[in-house]
């Protein structure tokens, strides 16, 4: 009798877990600045549980308004902790969002530029043109005009100001030499596909809010993938998962 209900059990269990695993992929929307770590989280969520991801890729503000509007995504990893938590108490996310990890800023440079002066060498007429993220809508932009406040130096670098989509279109505009640095995030310029080109240094961390990074799983994954993104929403706060943030620059919560 005890044989066959332990036989029993192992057959629900791997039933359970084929199921899972044959379910349709999970579809997380992420903030543009996790372009790089996420395909090593997908890899290692993957192994641990056998579910499929794939990722929808934007600022945090594009993916919040595309939620309400209906888009069907299961997991929602923002730059930030105010665009999921507007989900949340809206009613388009079933959990109140959990900080994964805290993103860091750097300048970065692909000219022939020294950036040993930091952020107060952006006011200099060297310098003709910054680019950052669009600060209404990414976490990092809002961040990184913080940073210019905290310098004194809005007045003299926001003519100078180039706008991007997200922090990626940031990496377009200096990989491309379109500007002469920009605001970028550390998890880019560390990446293996980006390491080695230009120069780049950290932004001070006391001359910007700590840019605490949310995770939530929204309605629309409850409902359609629910066992799944729960099994998400658990590991990206797993040893596993903090060492890679850890590899690609973040801090840790």
């Known amino acids: 009798m005890k044989n066959d ?10 039933l359970f877990a084929t199921t ?8 997380i929307a992420i903030a543009a600045n996790l372009k790089y770590v996420f395909d090593d989280l997908a890899v290692e969520f993957k192994k641990e549980t056998g579910i ?5 890729l934007n ?5 919040a308004t595309q939620v309400r509007s209906g888009a069907p995504f299961d997991i929602f990893m923002s730059a930030d902790m105010d665009f999921p938590d507007g989900l949340y108490k809206d009613g388009y996310a079933v959990t109140p969002p959990k900080p994964y990890a805290y993103g860091l800023l750097v300048l970065w440079t692909q000219k022939d530029y020294d950036l040993s002066k930091g952020v107060a060498g952006l006011a200099e007429s060297s310098v003709s043109k910054v680019a950052i993220a669009n600060p209404k ?8 005009l913080k940073v210019l406040d905290y310098y004194k130096l809005r007045a003299a670098v926001e003519p100078k100001l180039v706008y991007a989509e997200n922090i990626t279109q940031v990496s377009q505009y200096v990989d491309t030499k379109v500007v002469d640095v920009g605001f970028s995030a ?10 080695g080109k230009g120069q780049w240094v950290d932004v001070p961390p006391e001359s910007y ?3 605490a990074q949310g995770v939530v799983i929204l309605k629309h994954g409850s409902v359609s993938n629910g066992e799944a993104a729960r099994k998400f929403y658990g590991f990206v706060q797993s040893p596993q998962a903090r060492e890679i943030f850890a590899k690609y620059g973040y801090k840790l919560p």
């Open 5 to 14: 209900l332990i036989k029993i059990l192992v057959t629900v269990g791997l």
């Open 20 to 27: 899972l695993a044959n379910a349709a992929p999970l579809t």
């Open 52 to 56: 499929e991801t794939q990722s929808v």
């Open 59 to 63: 600022s945090s503000g594009k993916i």
């Open 137 to 144: 809508v990414a976490p990092f932009g809002k961040q990184a």
């Open 186 to 195: 550390k998890s880019i310029v560390i990446a293996p596909e980006t390491a």
């Open 209 to 211: 809010d700590a840019i």
